[in-house]
């Protein structure tokens, strides 16, 4: 690892805002693993209410179509392009100028993601028979209800892109959580009141939705910030705006090709049978509650301090908190990616398994989530990596790295689909999430500033140590699994399945807790010091 600085008060400073990137990415990370909880429970609700039927595939799809659209309008310009303009007017300090970028940016915003949710609107019909959908007129409707949620959801980006930016990242942390709560209670509150509970679900979406952003924009208002509705024209002719648009476009072609994985996935299970489509979502679930827990919030808090970083030429702060970050992951991920593989069928009954989910949609999903873990550490990775490039205004480099990573992913699920269905679509997501990471990495070492060398072999090292320690810990934590589980069995799930694998999941922690002691691991100990 290099050295923080040469000089004792850019360490002191770097050490402050090291410490400062830990807290936020802590109290970030506690709100979003609630979320990741909440978003969990509402897919243990859809499993509940509709399980892996042709009418879970409809909402499935139905939902997927306005979200691939939210990360392209919505995260994909928050990250990329406003976030490092917008504070470029801060550092500027000219109010006047700040206020007009901001008008001209929601003006912006605003008219394209009604155009699109309009235009969506209009061609669901012809959308929605590509997927081979059975529930074709219920998928129609559903996808025309939420086609809204792109709208909301996209204006919601936009105020936690300003407070993001100001490093408040609390409010945006909580919003997810309203869109859960508010999914959940419409489900089991209006489904009696609909004609199934996929249209009570996507209720409760496009509510959820409206409320992400009305509760962010009272703080947005309380930093000071202030804007207004301007002429197309203006908007268009606004100096910020077009520098975010010449960002921003061939991001989208490089986000289009990495969300095209989801499209693609999806179609393709669509058509190998009734059930894959939910199970694929299901086993994303989970993998997504792990990675909300820390990857996705270390990502987004880690963008605006790269930023900085980048913008005042501090290479050696920016490789050491990018550094830190890549081998964090890697402490999280790998140990993690050995017990679920290891548990994954106690896992998928002990959340799902009830009512309209039953042994073959439990066989399905466990296929699927089996394929899936092993992405996990490259998933998260791409995470904090793609940030690393935007902190430059680098968009283009994820950009390649994404259209690659697009066609290895649709080249090995189209050849792996049909035998494994849809084990087969997860393998081939995993497998174009490792060729992401590799690509990132070799577009970041054209920055020569950049220890990107010293990043690598770092992260190999440690990572091969996890592994070997992870292997260790999960044969003892498994095996008191299987020896648990005829004491508790007679009982409801809860506690037949969740107390053997609680008590497991303690014991590997312990375990491999202890193995990371005794060896000296400085990095945990260093995240235990930076806490303290």
Not at 300 to 325: M, N
Request: proline share 4%; charged share 10%; with cysteine.
């Amino acid at each position: 690892m290099l050295p923080i600085a040469e000089n004792p008060q850019n360490n002191i400073s770097f050490k402050t805002m090291a410490h400062s990137l830990l807290r936020q990415g802590s109290i970030l990370s506690l709100l979003t693993l609630i979320s990741r909880i909440l978003g969990l429970l509402r897919e243990m609700t859809k499993a509940a209410l509709l399980g892996t039927s042709v009418l879970s595939d409809a909402f499935s799809v139905a939902f997927m179509i306005p979200n691939l659209f939210r990360r392209l309008f919505a995260e994909g310009s928050v990250a990329v392009a406003f976030i490092p303009t917008f504070k470029e007017y801060l550092q500027e300090d000219k109010p006047a100028q700040l206020k007009e970028f901001l008008s001209c940016t929601l003006t912006m915003l605003t008219c394209l993601v009604t155009c699109v949710v309009v235009l969506g609107v209009l061609v669901t019909p012809a959308i929605i028979a590509i997927f081979g959908i059975e529930a074709f007129d219920e998928t129609v409707l559903l996808t025309r209800l939420m086609f809204p949620f792109l709208a909301f959801i996209s204006i919601a980006a936009l105020f936690q892109g300003i407070l993001n930016s100001v490093h408040c990242f609390a409010p945006s942390g909580f919003a997810p959580i309203v869109l859960n709560i508010v999914t959940i209670a419409c489900a089991y509150g209006l489904s009696r009141f609909v004609a199934n509970p996929a249209r009570a679900l996507a209720a409760g979406i496009l509510i959820g939705g409206f409320l992400e952003g009305a509760i962010q924009l009272p703080f947005v208002l309380k930093k000071g910030f202030r804007f207004f509705f301007t002429s197309l024209r203006t908007a268009i002719r606004n100096p910020g705006v077009q520098r975010i648009f010449r960002l921003i476009v061939p991001t989208i072609i490089g986000m289009a090709a990495y969300q095209l994985n989801d499209l693609v996935s999806t179609v393709l299970a669509g058509n190998v049978g009734a059930g894959t489509v939910s199970s694929l979502q299901y086993s994303l679930r989970l993998q997504e509650l792990i990675l909300g827990v820390f990857a996705v919030s270390l990502g987004t808090v880690l963008l605006p301090h790269l930023t900085d970083y980048a913008q005042s030429g501090r290479w050696e702060h920016y490789s050491d908190q990018l550094g830190s970050c890549v081998k964090s992951i890697a402490l999280l991920t790998i140990p993690i990616t050995f017990f679920t593989l290891g548990s994954g069928e106690s896992l998928v009954r002990l959340l799902f398994q009830g009512r309209s989910f039953d042994e073959s949609s439990v066989a399905l999903t466990v296929a699927a989530f089996q394929w899936h873990m092993p992405g996990l550490f490259f998933i998260a990775l791409n995470r904090i990596l793609a940030p690393a490039f935007y902190a430059q205004s680098n968009s283009a480099s994820p950009t390649k790295a994404g259209i690659v990573s697009f066609l290895v992913n649709i080249v090995l699920a189209a050849a792996l689909a049909v035998p494994f269905k849809g084990a087969g679509i997860a393998a081939a997501l995993s497998i174009a999430s490792a060729v992401n990471t590799v690509l990132l990495f070799i577009f970041l070492k054209k920055n020569s500033q950049i220890a990107v060398k010293q990043i690598v072999s770092g992260v190999c090292t440690y990572s091969l140590k996890l592994i070997v320690f992870s292997a260790l810990a999960v044969m003892p934590a498994l095996y008191l699994n299987t020896l648990l589980l005829p004491i508790f069995d007679g009982h409801n799930r809860i506690i037949s399945l969740g107390i053997p694998l609680a008590l497991a999941g303690i014991v590997y922690a312990l375990l491999g807790l202890g193995l990371l002691f005794v060896t000296g691991d400085k990095h945990i100990r260093a995240l235990i010091r930076e806490k303290r």
